[in-house]
């Protein structure tokens, strides 16, 4: 609740951390563009006629005006609307009128951050020495890679505005004691209260299912904090229910299999990467959830689907069914977020225990205490 403790927040989490920004498959094209807004930052991502992607700051180097005033598409060039300064698509100056003759254009690119491509996610990190990426990078191949998310395509993506902090939109998210009384259509299919030995027998049917059909998902845990340099990313993997193939209404299949699927093994593979990423992959379909700070007391969600790039809307699949249980899932989790955001506030408030169930939530929160405490 306090503009100082985000300012911190920003300063010690999203600019030290990597973030997922998009599915390389929004600018597919030479040319393409489109805008993101991170806090107060804004990055043009674009794809250069190289076919190079590119996250540029959307901050012209004379006075700082936006560059870039469309949300999205296909541009040779970027002309700043203030004085006309010209960028290219990776950022480069190429022009500037009525300077003097020794002014250096070279000197005035477009300021860019980092960008790293794996299994067709775009990540980027505002750090001016990132974090390593590599343990990541592997992590996903093993686990993404399988499913096939290099190949995927965008089905669907949205916004879910909270009006609350965005911690406690990534607190919500990672702990799933909630699911049994806020989420019945999610509670449906994914298997959540039940005994730890039931869980494991489940876990274990799945692991046979997906050995038969020749596919090893890897999981592994490597969430650190950043003081050894390196990206902190978990990936693991749980049975749905009997009988349930996918995360939809009944769990029925939505959409076609993806990557080295050829049958579905009644999985799915869950992924926390960073503060702010978090992937989920069932053998039909993929869900990015990007947190997207802005204000001390307020944040967005967005929800990305992924299905197999040759899926066609309507005929492979139906984009009301494919979409209608996270997004029903969605909608209940903000508005408990937005419960909790305005209960919160009390003065008499004080925190209670955290249940065995909310194991992720009490790591996220010991690592976030550790990243923001730590010189
Ligand atoms: Fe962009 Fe002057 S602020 S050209
Ligand atoms: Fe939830």
């Known amino acids: 609740m306090d503009p100082a403790v985000f300012a911190y927040d920003m300063e010690r989490v999203f600019r030290r951390h990597w973030h997922c920004l998009a599915h390389e498959s929004v600018i597919p094209n030479p ?14 991502l674009t794809r250069d006629m190289q076919g ?45 009128r009525l300077m003097p003759k020794d002014f250096d254009r070279a ?4 300021k860019k951050v980092h960008v790293r491509l794996a299994e067709g996610l775009v990540f980027i990190s505002f750090a001016s020495e990132p974090l390593d990426f590599s343990q990541v990078e592997q992590s996903l191949r093993a686990s ?3 499913y096939g998310w290099g190949e995927a395509r965008v089905a669907h993506r949205e916004t879910y505005p ?54 090893s998902v890897l999981s592994g845990n490597h969430w650190q904090n950043s003081a050894m340099g390196q990206e902190a990313i978990d990936v693991f993997r749980y049975a749905l229910y009997e009988g349930a193939s996918t995360g939809s209404e009944d769990g029925s299949p939505l959409a076609p299999l993806m990557g080295r699927f050829t049958d579905y ?15 989920v992959c069932y053998p ?3 869900m990015i959830y990007r947190f997207i700070p802005k204000s001390h007391d307020s944040c967005e969600m967005e929800l990305i689907w992924l299905v197999h790039k040759d899926a066609v809307e309507t005929v492979d699949y139906d984009p009301a069914k494919l979409t ?4 029903v899932t969605t909608e209940e989790d903000k508005k408990i977020i937005e419960h909790t955001a305005r209960g919160v506030r009390s003065h008499y408030f004080e925190p209670g225990p955290i249940a065995p169930m909310e194991y992720n939530e009490l790591r996220y929160i010991s690592w976030y205490l550790d990243e923001v405490s730590r010189p």
Request: net charge negative; proline share 4%; with cysteine.
């Open 31 to 44: 040319g393409d563009f489109e805008l993101f807004r991170l806090g107060d930052e804004q990055i043009i």
């Open 265 to 279: 093994d009644g999985g799915v593979t869950s992924i926390h990467l960073g503060g702010t990423t978090f992937l």
């Open 162 to 215: 909270i009006a609350a902090n965005w911690k406690l939109a990534v607190e919500n998210y990672v702990e799933c004691y909630h699911c049994g009384p806020a989420h019945p259509e999610y509670s449906q299919t994914h298997a959540l209260e039940q005994p730890p030995e039931v869980i494991a027998d489940m876990n274990a049917a799945m692991e046979a299912r997906s050995c038969a059909l020749g596919l």
């Open 52 to 96: 190079q992607i590119h996250a540029l700051l959307n901050s012209c180097r004379h006075r700082g005006a936006e560059v870039c005033t469309k949300e999205k598409g296909n541009a040779k060039m970027f002309v700043c609307p203030y004085h006309a300064w010209t960028y290219t698509l990776d950022g480069a100056l190429r022009a500037a």
């Open 284 to 286: 039909d379909h993929g």
């Open 144 to 146: 993404c890679g399988q």
């Open 107 to 110: 000197a005035h690119a477009l």
């Open 324 to 327: 209608w249980l996270w997004k």
